[in-house]
């Protein structure tokens, strides 16, 4: 089984840098995932993490520890078009699927 | 840029009748799924198919549902008979092959079961 915690919701300000955290608990590991939704869309794809360390990509960032079940993902120079939920999700081995967390509510504000 | 679409966007229906949710997947992914939300709650996984045939399913998906590829382009979740608790938004993705990392979600179609 899967469990996937994050916090519900977060508020930052414009121009500034916030973290997102994941920490998860799987019967096996085969990928974290970091979607973002804007509220009655599709979830799109931010970044993938298989191995330790930290991702980056333009304004995001993503780490993970799989040893602490532990991600995070980093936003930095905030703009209000980052207002959105923010999504990880767990790949297991031997499967393709992903299993979601209930997903952080950013709200970034002037 | 490839995208998935899904049709309709928006399908009321009534309580016991049977839905056809229809994606079409891009057009050199191999891997397909179904994912549903219900308002306010996770995106949860439903099924995944490949090759003409189920690859892995949740609890969810249960005798009530069903899924097909009738034809070279078109995915299709058909649920037999819809109850209340149906009602959410229904995900189509796909992904280019078992290790492409990236799947790539349509738009949705919002189910309401009356």
């Known amino acids: 089984g899967q469990n996937i915690d994050q916090p519900t919701e977060m508020t930052a300000t414009e121009g500034a840098i916030v973290q997102i955290n994941c920490t998860y608990q799987t019967s096996g590991f085969n990928g974290l995932f970091w979607y973002q939704q804007h509220a009655g869309e599709a979830p799109t794809f931010l970044s993938y993490?298989?191995?330790?360390g930290l991702e980056e990509k333009g304004r995001f960032s993503s780490f993970l520890s799989r040893s602490k079940g532990y991600s995070y993902l980093l936003l930095k120079e905030l703009q209000m078009k980052d207002s959105a939920s923010y999504l990880c999700?767990?790949?297991?081995?031997?499967?393709?699927?992903?299993?979601f967390g209930t997903g952080t509510r950013l709200t970034v504000i002037p | 840029e490839p995208e998935v679409t899904q049709t309709p966007s928006h399908q009321v229906t009534q309580m016991g009748q049977e839905v056809i949710l229809r994606c079409v997947p891009i057009?050199?992914?191999?891997?397909f799924y179904w994912y549903r939300q219900i308002l306010g709650q996770k995106v949860e996984f439903l099924v995944s198919?490949?090759?003409?045939?189920?690859?892995?399913k949740s609890e969810i998906f249960d005798d009530q549902f069903s899924v097909e590829r009738p034809d070279g382009s078109n995915f299709t979740l058909k649920i037999r008979s819809t109850k209340l608790e149906d009602s959410a938004m229904y995900f189509c993705a796909s992904s280019e092959n078992r290790e492409g990392f990236e799947q790539y979600f349509g738009p949705g179609t919002r189910l309401t079961v009356t």
């Open positions: 198919f490949y090759n003409n045939e189920i690859s892995e």
């Open positions: 999700a767990v790949r297991e081995s031997g499967a393709n699927n992903l299993f």
């Open positions: 057009s050199n992914h191999l891997y």
């Open positions: 993490n298989v191995l330790d």
